[in-house]
């Protein structure tokens, strides 16, 4: 039988029985508390049992935590005599088995020490405390809520809002703001948007483990631990302020150095990888193996000293190391060298940068550069505007990379990319679910070669999407 259909009572490894699924006199367990532990990551209810301690964990940066984890955040509170406090440690799952919500548990040793995890039903556990358990959803896990609960108690109303991205960030940043600020529409949109979304999935949630229970399936063996408080706005989607507005927004936020825009970056980047950002994805560029590469890097001037580093230079550094940052005044993008014993040591001078998801251009595309995996756009100077000819990194967004020279989805989304951009340059970057590209742009760009750099001019590039 596989793990997720495993009956509570059955032995685990080693033959023993768990914990969870062991015959126990009725009614042998008593609520004690609730604690938060590991530097406020888990709520742990605790029942004083016949058999011990019993922790039911719920982790409130995700959905679905792990027993061992749970049980690694009380032993930071408890150490050696973890054992003597529980015998076992159950999580609290959003995931679904086939009759209602998963709980993923493991035994403590005497010792202190997590055993191999198991999956006991709501039946076993009401068994062993003498009690329904509660059960929160992830969209309603509210700390207050949480160690406030005791046996019999009403469920809490919470508002809803998933741990994986709370919008506290968002809805702070746009309450300082001025009238008419775009950072604080495209916030207020943000947080309105994940809020009446997560209103709408917690509802839903509630009603089918309702409907379980009512069912005498394995959802009546638990209690609601919170409902969703009423949303008193309208339940249609809000309203998305235009993309002008949403990139000048995130393009002022992501140009910020204070802790809470960092913040709000993330719950964006979260929700749709910051597809209204002016960055896209990180590349990397070796200067001293290409060409092109050092051609580019020629225009990067020292960053600012003395303060703290933009949103996008943090998302930049983290993982780099480095103690020169660098800034594209074409771009408007960070640059850094990777060095030190934790950089790279056979290209000591990799540059890491982010790319624009827009040329920052009008002029027309001239040609277009494959050198060392990474893939470069020519433009031409565009008298109109006064911008002048330039040379770029290619836009793409994280998760939707480019390639050439084999048959893939990197070529597929480099092909359709280049099409676009023969007719507008400033096509943003694109995801994978664009048309399909001219076959003969996906042959040229398929078959490019991968060992040495190959440029294609406009003039070929436009022969090969007429073939």
């Not at 709520?43 to 964990?57: E, F, K, M, P």
């Not at 927004?249 to 993330?266: C, M, S, Y």
């Not at 050198?371 to 002048?388: F, K, L, M, Q, Y």
């Not at 676009?420 to 943003?428: A, E, G, K, S």
Request: charged share 20%.
């Amino acid at each position: 039988m596989g793990i997720f259909g495993k009956r509570g009572g059955e032995s685990v490894a080693g033959g023993l029985v768990p914990v969870i699924g062991q015959v126990v006199p009725p009614g042998s367990g008593q609520f004690a508390k609730t604690e938060v532990v590991g530097e406020g990551e888990w709520a742990v209810l605790r029942w004083d049992t016949s058999l011990g301690g019993i922790g039911l964990a719920y982790w409130l940066r995700d959905a679905n935590g792990q027993p061992k984890s749970a049980a690694r955040a009380l032993a930071a509170r408890y150490g050696e005599h973890l054992g003597k406090v529980y015998r076992a440690v159950v999580v609290g799952r959003t995931t679904w088995n086939l009759t209602g919500p998963e709980l993923a548990a493991c035994d403590i040793s005497p010792d202190g020490h997590p055993g191999m995890p198991y999956h006991p039903t709501w039946e076993d556990l009401e068994r062993l405390l003498g009690t329904k358990a509660p059960y929160w959803l992830p969209t309603l896990r509210d700390v207050d809520a949480i160690t406030a609960w005791e046996p019999g108690a009403a469920p809490a109303q919470v508002p809803a809002c998933h741990v994986v991205n709370p919008t506290t960030a968002l809805t702070e940043l746009a309450a300082a703001e001025p009238d008419g600020s775009p950072a604080a529409a495209v916030c207020w949109w943000l947080a309105r948007e994940i809020r009446r979304r997560d209103h709408a999935s917690a509802t839903r949630a509630v009603d089918e483990i309702r409907t379980a229970a009512a069912d005498d399936g394995e959802c009546a063996h638990l209690v609601l631990g919170a409902v969703p408080a009423p949303y008193p706005r309208d339940e249609h989607e809000e309203p998305k302020p235009p993309e002008t507005v949403r990139r000048a927004g995130w393009l002022d936020i992501t140009a910020r150095r204070d802790t809470l825009a960092h913040r709000a970056a993330q719950t964006v980047w979260r929700w749709d990888g910051g597809d209204d950002w002016h960055a896209g994805a990180t590349v990397h560029a070796r200067p001293t193996m290409c060409a092109i590469a050092a051609e580019w890097a020629e225009r990067l001037v020292p960053a600012p000293t003395g303060q703290p580093p933009t949103v996008l230079e943090r998302d930049l550094l983290h993982g780099v190391n480095t103690s020169l940052l660098l800034h594209d005044p074409d771009t408007q993008l960070p640059a850094a060298i990777n060095t030190g014993t934790d950089g790279d040591e056979d290209d000591p001078d990799t540059l890491h940068t982010l790319v624009p998801q827009r040329l920052p251009t009008t002029g027309r595309l001239e040609k277009v550069h494959f050198s060392d995996h990474n893939v470069w756009v020519r433009t031409a100077a565009d008298p109109e505007s006064g911008i002048p000819a330039g040379l770029w990194p290619a836009p793409h967004r994280p998760g939707a990379g480019l390639g050439y020279g084999y048959s893939g989805g990197g070529p597929h989304t480099l092909a359709e990319l280049l099409n676009q951009l023969l007719d507008d340059i400033t096509t943003p970057a694109l995801d994978h679910g664009h048309p399909q590209p001219p076959d003969g742009l996906f042959h040229l760009v398929s078959t490019a070669p991968t060992d040495q750099p190959a440029t294609y001019t406009r003039a070929q590039l436009l022969a090969s999407r007429a073939r």
